[in-house]
């Protein structure tokens, strides 16, 4: 079935620091990707998205491309601050139909240290 | 506009009771989708409804429920509560897009 993977966690970086986690999916179709992020006893924040291949989502210096030839859409940050310390959560959109029906990966925590 | 609003926050149930969660979506959005979030499965959809029809459905056991209004307010109910079914239940909503705005979730512990 359809799925995510995100690289596992959690990962730790000094501030300042360049910042790539990685996403995979298998879907059948085409379907928009997403990365959401959350902090601490809160919901999750749509962070950026994609709905085509070669699309490029940014956000608050986040990027990530939708890679059609290697089903990828991996997050970038050129410089990661205290505040970006968060859980990242990849995650596509049901290709099948509905499209109230994310599916998400583990998610990725990050921690930045001053 | 307000965000996706969740109530309660937090609570507490023993196992055996029922419960029931309520999210109110963003303004002019018609599909809201709850998913449960735990340490162990991670993020699993459970179920969407849009113009107060549950469109689909992810694999939960018939104990988990929903139903919208015409305001497009949304319930969710759980019935003999288990430990297990102890989570953050998280609601969001969306207009037209596959785009989805999540609430601040639900804290269920079931003792």
């Known amino acids: 079935g359809d799925s995510v993977t995100q690289m596992e966690g959690p990962v730790t970086l000094s501030e300042e620091a360049f910042l790539t986690i990685n996403c995979t999916y298998t879907?059948?179709?085409?379907?928009?990707l997403f990365w959401y992020v959350q902090y601490p006893g809160e919901g999750l924040q749509l962070l950026l998205k994609?709905?085509?291949?070669?699309d490029k989502g940014s956000n608050k210096g986040f990027e990530a491309t939708y890679r059609k030839e290697t089903t990828s859409f991996h997050l970038e940050k050129g410089s990661v601050q205290v505040s970006d310390s968060a859980v990242y959560f990849c995650?596509?959109?049901?290709?099948?139909?509905?499209?109230?029906?994310?599916?998400f990966g583990k998610g990725t925590k990050l921690s930045v240290k001053p | 506009k307000a965000g996706v609003t969740q109530t309660p926050r937090y609570l507490i149930k023993t196992r055996g009771q029922q419960v029931t969660l309520s999210c109110s979506p963003i303004s002019g959005h018609r599909s809201v989708s709850w998913y449960q979030q735990t340490p162990g499965q991670g993020l699993q959809f459970l179920f969407e409804y849009f113009s107060e029809t549950q469109r689909n459905k992810g694999n939960f056991p018939g104990r988990f429920s929903g139903r919208q209004f015409s305001n497009s307010r949304s319930e969710m109910n759980v019935s003999t509560l288990e430990l297990g079914d102890s989570a953050l239940y998280l609601c969001a909503s969306s207009f037209k897009t596959d785009t989805q705005y999540f609430g601040p979730g639900t804290r269920l512990t079931v003792l």
């Open positions: 994609a709905t085509k291949a070669d």
């Open positions: 995650a596509l959109s049901d290709p099948r139909g509905s499209q109230g029906n994310l599916i």
């Open positions: 879907a059948t179709g085409y379907p928009s």
